[in-house]
């Protein structure tokens, strides 16, 4: 794990919970000297992380920032790849388009691009995405899974999966919808929507960016006027204050599970899994593409994640892009 000295004491602290850990002990497991390590702590008070001496014992971290940061999702992390390496902001203007970059520099497969704040957020059909400081799950990941382009949407639709999957291990008080092609609804609102971008050659996936929205501890009346009535947060429907290092964390177990197992066996089981959790399939829908109203009954969606609706006349239309209107 690529962590700094910085996060190594918090997370070693973390990771102890209620134990006191010594100064030795810190200096000794982390190779650096007492005084280098005092020296992290006084930095740490400045940002908001709060110590007590605890006699014959050493010191005990009693407060810690409510910060989505690299010590505090690895502290929590139980990967093999993803999340191993964490570039945290507090604030940038998008995830996604630094996330362009370091796939283009050769970042690793699972790396994540995290922040607080966005200024520019990006959401699909080139919407811009409502990211509030300290609110949300901003984040990118990287993906390197050795793929055919054609393959790519596939990738999306597992994300999906491990959300609604990651936040049905966590949360007890709702029941997280998919609405296709990628929305996570909670009681018919949104609370997370995923941007997936490729980097590809002809024949070969260089990369995939999977980019995810949650909207994590908003209040309703954190939401802009606009949204007030379509969106929704995990805390609103949860009624308590979420973790978001621990969500995150639980999503890159069951990313980075779903991607091995679909890259080991197949897509089925995944889609099998995606449909389950679909508030879309077996509904009456109106899809809006940009050339066509189409009404009819959404039956399933193909390997591709595609959409398939059954026609009044009997034809079954696919739709590749569209909104929704359940
Ligand atoms: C949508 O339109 O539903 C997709 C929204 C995706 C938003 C996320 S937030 C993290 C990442 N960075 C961005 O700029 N967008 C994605």
């Not at 700094?4 to 497991?29: C, H, N, T, V």
């Not at 995830?95 to 699972?110: E, I, N």
């Not at 941007?195 to 309703?220: C, F, P, S, W």
């Not at 969106?231 to 609103?236: C, G, L």
Request: some cysteine; hydrophobic content about 40%.
């Amino acid at each position: 794990m690529n962590l700094s000295m910085k996060d190594k004491i918090i997370k070693r602290f973390l990771e102890a919970k209620d134990e006191p850990i010594s100064g030795q002990q810190l200096a000794d497991d982390l190779g650096i000297s007492r005084t280098a390590i005092w020296k992290h702590l006084q930095n740490l008070q400045e940002e908001g992380y709060e110590f007590i001496t605890i006699k014959k014992k050493g010191y005990k971290l009693i407060a810690v920032p409510d910060r989505v940061d690299a010590a505090k999702i690895s502290s929590y992390l139980k990967t093999k790849r993803f999340g191993h390496t964490i570039h945290y902001f507090e604030e940038i203007d998008s995830t996604q388009r630094l996330a362009h970059q370091l796939a283009r520099d050769g970042a690793k497969d699972g790396t994540i691009i995290i922040a607080e704040e966005q200024t520019g957020g990006k959401g699909r059909m080139q919407r811009t995405w409502y990211s509030a400081k300290g609110k949300g799950i901003w984040m990118t990941v990287i993906v390197r899974p050795d793929l055919l382009p054609h393959q790519a949407p596939q990738l999306t639709l597992i994300a999906a999966v491990s959300i609604v999957m990651a936040m049905k291990s966590l949360y007890t008080n709702f029941t997280p919808e998919i609405k296709w092609p990628n929305d996570i609804l909670i009681n018919g609102k949104k609370c997370v929507g995923i941007l997936t971008e490729m980097l590809a050659e002809m024949d070969r996936v260089d990369g995939l960016l999977i980019g995810i929205g949650i909207n994590a501890n908003h209040e309703q009346t954190d939401f802009p006027d606009e949204l007030q009535e379509i969106a929704t947060s995990v805390a609103i429907e949860e009624k308590q204050k979420v973790d978001r290092a621990q969500l995150v964390a639980e999503i890159l177990s069951y990313l980075e599970r779903y991607t091995d197992e679909y890259i080991e066996n197949g897509f089925k089981s995944i889609k099998q899994l995606w449909v389950e959790h679909s508030c879309t399939i077996g509904k009456r829908i109106r899809a809006s593409t940009i050339r066509e109203v189409i009404e009819g009954q959404a039956i399933g969606i193909t390997d591709e994640g595609v959409l398939e609706i059954l026609l009044d006349n009997g034809q079954i239309k696919k739709v590749y892009s569209a909104d929704i209107e359940i």
